[in-house]
């Protein structure tokens, strides 16, 4: 869009250590350099900050009052239920119906069926989830249908169990639809590769099991259940 675009430093003088930085544009001839120009501080422009919508103000102020440590030390949050959460349907068929079908898949993939319950096993261990104690009826539950991504080029984990928290039976609404949604923290991929090339030298690093450190308080755990 700018044509050919040429950046360095160059010194000030040959006895000084100090360097500034140039830039050279070339631009085509029948390029308007006043529109190209507009383009280019528009894009340079600061973003403004935007207002919080009323769901991401919902969800800070529900963060803020129902947010705790255990005496562990571990936050302990309740879902952030932003609509109606009588409008859930019932998934325990389709979950019923899932775990049939990935039974089936087990018993003809000796390997898989080790991989796969012995994640559950260890998830277990963690105490990511325990047997279902709750046996009121008149609450409101949710279950989780879940199956396998197999990665088996990864180095680290080469099975994962993904929990499909968007299951949504007819005519009804899936869990994550009655959550509240805000906007995204981490830094978009473009941001990351660009201060990648700031640095000559770059750490990477990663959090084991992130997402499963932060706990779910016992009241909602009935809207996380699992066969």
Not at 14 to 25: A, D
Not at 27 to 56: A, C, H, R, T
Not at 57 to 65: A, G, N, P
Not at 178 to 200: A, E, H, S
Request: proline share 4%.
């Amino acid at each position: 869009m700018f044509g050919w675009v040429v950046a360095d430093q160059i010194r000030k003088c040959s006895n000084s250590s100090s360097y500034t930085r140039s830039h050279l544009i070339r631009m085509e001839n029948n390029i308007n350099i006043d529109s190209i120009l507009q383009q280019f501080w528009q894009v340079e422009k600061l973003p403004i900050k935007k207002s919080f919508f009323s769901e991401e103000e919902f969800f800070q102020t529900h963060l803020k009052s129902t947010c705790k440590i255990n005496e562990q030390g571990r936050f302990v949050v309740k879902l952030p239920v932003y609509r109606d959460i009588n409008q859930l349907g019932n998934t325990k068929g389709m979950a019923v119906s899932r775990l049939l079908t990935m039974e089936n898949k087990l018993k003809c993939n000796s390997e898989f069926e080790k991989e796969y319950k012995g994640f559950m096993k260890e998830y277990g261990e963690a105490g990511h989830m325990s047997p279902n104690k709750d046996l009121d009826s008149s609450k409101i539950e949710y279950f989780l249908p879940h199956h396998a991504v197999q990665k088996k080029d990864s180095i680290t984990t080469k099975l994962r169990i993904v929990f499909d928290g968007s299951c949504k039976p007819p005519n009804s609404n899936s869990l994550n639809s009655v959550l509240g949604i805000v906007q995204v923290l981490q830094p978009d991929i473009f941001t990351i590769l660009v201060r990648f090339r700031v640095n000559k030298i770059a750490f990477t690093s990663d959090i084991k099991k992130m997402y499963t450190q932060v706990l779910v308080d016992p009241e909602d755990q009935i809207l996380q259940k699992i066969m």
